[in-house]
Every structure is written in structure tokens, then in C-alpha cells.
Nanobody
Framework: QVHLTESGGGLVQAGGSLRLSCVVS????????VGWFRQAPGKEREFVVG????????DYGDAVKGRFTISRDNAKNTVYLQMNGLKADDTAVYYC??????????????????WGQGTQVTVSS
């Protein structure tokens, strides 16, 4: 059974940084494509970035390009999202999600079978 657990969220001032972690259990990390999504109050869940089974990184969402970086540590079965230069608009619940699919990652929620519970990121301006 696959479980995803996010951590690392919190309250940070604008311009600050946070690193989110997503621990994937239930198999080797290289058997999953993993995406990061976020959902702000009253808005749809938005794709941020993903990393394929191969380790290739997808395109970043326009809102986070140049500020966020995804990486993974296969030995720890963990995918990270380093977030720098945070803005008030980055305030959201951040989710990681996994798929067994090969190749390109879908930038929509239907492309992922497994989801974490989310971690809240709040950026004060």
C-alpha cells in the first residue's frame, strides 16, 4: 500500500524560504512519478512541479519558476520542494501525489492515484 506524508510547512515572512518533504512508502521511489500541487482557499488545486520515475523534472508552474526547486533522495524515499522568495500568493495547502505512470507527468489531479494529507504554507506580507 502506498502512503505519502508531507512535512515542512509553516508560517514564513514574504521573501523567506521553506523546504517541503514528501516521504513515499510502499515501494522504491524510482517506481513513482511524484508531483507537487497546491490549493489556496477558494481555488482549484494547482500543479507546481513534478519529477518522473526517471528523475527527469517536469516544467515548473509559471507562478513558481525560478523560485521553487524539486529534488529527490531515492535512499530516503523522499521528494523535496525547496521554496525560495516566497510571496503571499504562495499561501496554500501543498500536496504531493504519486503515479505509477512512465514518461511525462500530467499537470492535473486526475493523473495521480495516491495523495498525501497536505501541509499548510502561510506567507505573511
Amino acid at each position: 500500500q502506498v502512503h505519502l506524508t508531507e512535512s515542512g510547512g509553516g508560517l514564513v515572512q514574504a521573501g523567506g524560504s521553506l523546504r517541503l518533504s514528501c516521504v513515499v512508502s510502499g515501494g522504491a521511489l524510482s517506481t513513482y512519478g511524484v508531483g507537487w500541487f497546491r490549493q489556496a482557499p477558494g481555488k482549484e488545486r494547482e500543479f507546481v512541479v513534478g519529477i518522473r520515475r526517471s528523475g527527469r523534472i517536469s516544467d515548473y508552474g509559471d507562478a513558481v519558476k525560478g523560485r521553487f526547486t524539486i529534488s529527490r533522495d531515492n535512499a530516503k524515499n523522499t521528494v523535496y520542494l525547496q521554496m525560495n522568495g516566497l510571496k503571499a500568493d504562495d499561501t496554500a495547502v501543498y500536496y504531493c501525489a504519486a503515479t505509477f505512470a512512465y514518461g511525462s507527468l500530467r499537470p492535473d489531479v486526475e493523473g495521480y492515484r495516491y495523495w498525501g494529507q497536505g501541509t499548510q504554507v502561510t506567507v505573511s506580507s
